[in-house]
């Protein structure tokens, strides 16, 4: 991570915000475990092209396909990218869809490495200002798992020194349009386990929505305020103001009124549960008791 510098003081990032569709998530996946399978380990990766457009410093990921690639684990110098395949896979996608272009490429890390300057630099006779995200296909917690990046030149001490591009993390996110969001919606309908209920699986999908975006809201709010606070960027009335309504609108877990309501609601919730399972086992008693009636007269007959 030596590599990694942080954001400069003056607006010379030359990308601001990284957006990925949830698409690239799924191709990047299919590549790691098709290489890979199930396998956990950290030295592990694969690496690929990332298509998409560019405005106005936002870059939106549209599409990615994988690149054959190899490095040495015992000596990191070692490694070896097929530019003439990516090359050629460009080609054949710029006949399918001509407003994507390439962006940048992207690597299952789950880390920056030492050779990905390297790497980077290739990409820069494709594209002025590349960018790299990294997806950890291996990651367990709930949270965004693509991290992007592009690189800056590093400042100048002296001017005998010379110059190197460091890597500085740019803010991304994931958005997905509607056609996305209903092929993403059937597809994780399909992986999901059969044995768990359908409230069980709303509520607990309910609570991962909130919890992320309770993480997504943390970050863009301290993110926000602490450039405003140090002068990276001006500061606006309308989002402070914004953000002020918001932890007006958080209620008071401490009020007694609350606190009842919330219990009695969830005592009403319980009951519901509780007398749907009775119902539930009387039903299935009823069966089974109606089953060996009926095999009983089928032995007398």
């Given amino acids: ?23 690239v ?11 890979y399978g199930d396998s956990k380990s950290p030295i592990e990766r694969v690496v690929g092209v990332l298509l998409g457009t560019s405005f106005q410093g936002t870059v939106e990921v549209s599409n990615s396909y994988g690149v054959p690639f190899e490095e040495d684990t015992k000596d990191p110098s070692l490694w070896f990218l097929n530019c003439d395949y990516a090359e050629k896979m460009f080609s054949l996608s710029k006949k399918v869809n001509a407003t994507e272009h390439i962006v940048g490429w992207y690597s299952t890390g789950p880390k920056l490495r030492g050779i990905d300057m390297h790497i980077h630099r290739l990409f820069h006779k494709y594209v002025p200002n590349p960018v790299l995200v990294i997806v950890d296909v291996r990651t367990t917690e709930k949270s965004l798992p693509i ?11 002296n001017a005998t020194e010379i ?17 996305e969001e209903i092929g993403i919606e059937h597809l994780l309908r399909e992986v999901k386990h059969t044995t768990i209920s359908t409230l069980e699986t709303e509520v607990s999908d309910k609570l991962s929505a909130l919890k992320e975006l309770h993480t997504l809201l943390k970050d863009k709010i301290c993110w926000y305020l602490g450039m405003a606070v140090t002068g990276f960027l001006p500061s ?14 958080f209620p008071d877990p401490n009020d007694p009124e609350l606190i ?42």
Avoid at 147 to 157: G, L, P, R
């Fill in 25 to 35: 998530l799924l191709s990047v996946a299919d590549h790691y475990h098709r290489n």
């Fill in 236 to 249: 606006n009335r309308e989002i402070l103001w914004s953000v002020q309504d918001m932890l007006n609108y």
């Fill in 260 to 301: 009842k309501a919330l219990a009695v609601k969830t005592n009403d919730m319980m009951m519901v549960l509780f007398l749907c399972s009775i119902l539930r086992c009387v039903i299935a008693l009823h069966n089974l008791i109606n089953n060996k009636i009926m095999n009983q007269e089928l032995e007398k007959a």
């Fill in 1 to 23: 991570m030596d590599n990694v510098a942080k954001a400069p003081e003056s607006s010379s990032i030359p990308v601001k915000n990284v957006i990925v569709h949830p698409l």
């Fill in 147 to 157: 991290k992007a990046f592009c690189d800056v030149e590093e400042s100048k001490k």
């Fill in 163 to 179: 110059g190197r591009n460091v890597f500085v993390h740019v803010p991304s996110e994931i958005i997905a349009d509607e056609t």
